[in-house]
């Protein structure tokens, strides 16, 4: 029982600067918010045999913009709305292609995040492949 009496006001006193030490919540009722606005992206619409030029042209032009330090980082995300569009036909009509297709994909935003040309010309060779071996 002696012990127990001596870890009681110490455990009393450590609760009680604990609970108060919690101070009720106020509210600035004269800050102001900021709207944000949110941008929605809708994906490109089309087969396969329409999406795949448009892609292949934004590939080709993206080592230029990755060289002139502008708009490349907007073109790889154009680049990836194109293969989310065509990603599920192409799955069902060229499963074996899809891997090289992401590959390629993957390589343009690392191309424009890391600002290296030569991966975006690298990309678009490996596509040009590609866009062969689809139309065959």
Request: charged content about 20%; proline content about 4%.
């Amino acid at each position: 029982m002696i012990h127990r009496a001596r870890w009681v006001p110490a455990a009393a006193a450590f609760l009680g600067a604990l609970l108060t030490g919690c101070s009720p919540t106020t509210y600035d009722g004269t800050a102001t918010t900021v709207e944000v606005s949110v941008t929605a992206t809708t994906l490109p619409q089309g087969t396969v045999a329409e999406l795949l030029p448009l892609m292949q042209a934004e590939v080709a032009a993206l080592a230029d913009k990755v060289a002139a330090g502008s708009g490349a980082g907007a073109a790889a995300t154009r680049i990836e709305q194109y293969w989310a569009a065509m990603a599920e036909q192409m799955a069902a009509e060229h499963a074996q292609l899809v891997a090289d297709f992401e590959f390629v994909v993957r390589l343009c935003r690392e191309a424009a995040d890391r600002k290296r040309p030569a991966d975006a010309d690298r990309a678009a060779s490996n596509l040009a492949a590609l866009a062969a071996a689809v139309a065959d």
